[in-house]
């Protein structure tokens, strides 16, 4: 009893410490989250210069693109628990080390199966910042007004990095080869590691019972084989093809068996009492859909603007620039439209704004219409945005505060596997596409008659 009296202590201490610098932690953590969001889109850019260079097949480009929030989403509940066992800084902190590795890695690869690899590892690196840096937030922001304002902040980075992302890969592509869009990564790990280390304080869940290792990887596999089997799938497989059926077959049989070991256990890695509430398991799947939209639709677009309408790297960039800085004032304003709507209002009126912006961007062909692209990316942005603003801030203030490390990384698992299924998607549809019309150099961009783009 006074073991467990002390740690609730020490947990209130270091809540209270961090409370102290919260405004601080809030930047740290925010500076970890641009990282992932740089690495997350600074290759849409870049993937015609890789198929030029290292000459790439039609699966290994898609590979390419997509092994990174694949393997991100596949490990997220891993480390997101795993976190709160040994503390939630010190996987943020080896998170940074990996990034930078890998970094340097996918920088140097000089074929695709390196690449690959490299992509791959820095979707372990992903996966070990990403639930750190929102669970941390959830610890440090007790007061739910002031949490609200903080995770505005921080999905605003979030966009900043996918602004920034595509704009900082074009304007090396101008200037360097491909390999310099993974080194920016570098500069900001040898920052954040002395500076996290300083600044961010350490916090645990309640560490009550065993890690439930069996479990994560369990969860880690089923992920895994769920994504690769819509991806084949999206890649326009037979159903009754093996390679297709068994990753779906496997990658499902795995999570239901993780559901029902975490159901028996008495000390489960995940608290799936959580999804008896409406407003946690319906702000889940919003995640997914909205990750879904944004990220696909965000490739399609940049290698649409590179391969139909001829534009340079640097030009693709900044014409996605009014996306990202629309979702940047939804997250900005997120906090005064939750207390004013609610967050079930803003989430049904950010997918409203989505389908009308799809709708819009339907008109485009292969004449550039800049006024129509701008006005359909700007309600894109903001629509996208404002549901994800509202579905995570739900999320997270449902979760009870000793499960935040669980709760942030079956957010950030939806984020990824959204973000994995909307590449799988409408990237492979693409691609199939390209293929068919004999077109290797543009594998992965849409074609005139995709029903997507005209």
């Not at 939630?88 to 690899?117: C, E, P, Q, T």
């Not at 920034?164 to 990564?185: D, I, T």
């Not at 975490?262 to 319906?282: I, K, Y």
């Not at 996605?320 to 989430?347: K, N, Q, S, Y």
């Amino acid at each position: 009893m006074s073991g467990t009296t002390t740690a609730a202590a020490a947990l209130r201490r270091r809540t209270a410490g961090a409370g102290a610098n919260r405004w601080v932690v809030l930047v740290v953590l925010c500076v970890s989250l641009l990282l992932v969001a740089v690495d997350a889109t600074v290759l849409h850019v870049a993937v015609p210069a890789v198929t030029e260079d290292l000459r790439p097949g039609a699966i290994e480009l898609l590979w390419i693109v997509d092994v990174y929030p694949l393997v991100c989403a596949s490990l997220l509940i891993l480390f997101g628990t795993l976190g709160d066992r040994v503390g939630r800084r010190r996987i943020l902190l080896l998170g940074y080390a990996l990034f930078g590795v890998a970094s340097a890695l996918a920088a140097l690869a000089d074929n695709a199966h390196v690449l690959i690899l490299a992509r791959a590892l820095l979707g372990v690196g992903g996966a070990m910042i990403m639930p750190a840096t929102l669970s941390i937030l959830r610890q440090v922001f007790p007061d739910r007004r002031e949490r609200a304002l903080a995770i505005g902040v921080w999905s605003a980075v979030a966009a900043v990095g996918a602004a920034v992302g595509p704009l900082l890969g074009g304007f090396l592509l101008e200037h360097f080869w491909w390999g310099s869009v993974f080194l920016v990564n570098i500069p900001l790990m040898l920052v954040s590691l002395p500076v996290g280390r300083l600044l961010l304080p350490e916090s645990k869940g309640d560490g009550t019972g065993p890690w439930d290792v069996v479990g994560a990887l369990m969860a880690a596999a089923g992920l895994f084989g769920v994504v690769l089997g819509v991806k084949r799938l999206g890649g326009g497989e037979p159903v009754a093809d093996a390679f297709t059926v068994l990753p779906l077959v496997v990658g499902a049989g795995l999570l239901v068996a993780f559901v029902r070991r975490q159901r028996r256990r008495a000390h489960p890695l995940v608290d799936l009492a959580m999804f008896r509430r409406p407003a946690f398991s319906t702000s889940v799947g919003c995640i997914v859909l909205a990750m879904l939209a944004l990220v696909g639709l965000e490739l399609i677009a940049a290698q649409y603007l590179q391969l139909v309408l001829g534009l340079s790297p640097l030009e693709t960039g900044l014409r996605l620039l009014p996306l990202t800085f629309a979702a940047m004032a939804a997250g900005l304003a997120g906090a005064r439209l939750l207390r004013r709507f609610g967050p079930r209002r803003m989430v049904c009126a950010g997918f409203c704004l989505t389908a009308f912006a799809v709708l819009l961007l339907t008109a485009m062909g292969r004449a550039d219409n800049c006024a129509l692209l701008v006005s359909g990316f700007v309600l894109l942005g903001f629509g996208l945005e404002t549901t994800l603003f509202g579905a995570y801030e739900s999320m997270l203030s449902e979760a009870p505060q000793e499960q935040a490390g669980g709760a942030a990384a079956i957010g950030e698992t939806s984020y990824q596997l959204g973000a994995g299924i909307g590449i799988a998607l409408l990237g492979t549809e693409t691609a199939s596409h390209c293929i068919t019309r004999g077109n290797r150099n543009a594998i992965t961009a849409p074609s005139s008659n995709n029903p997507a783009l005209t």
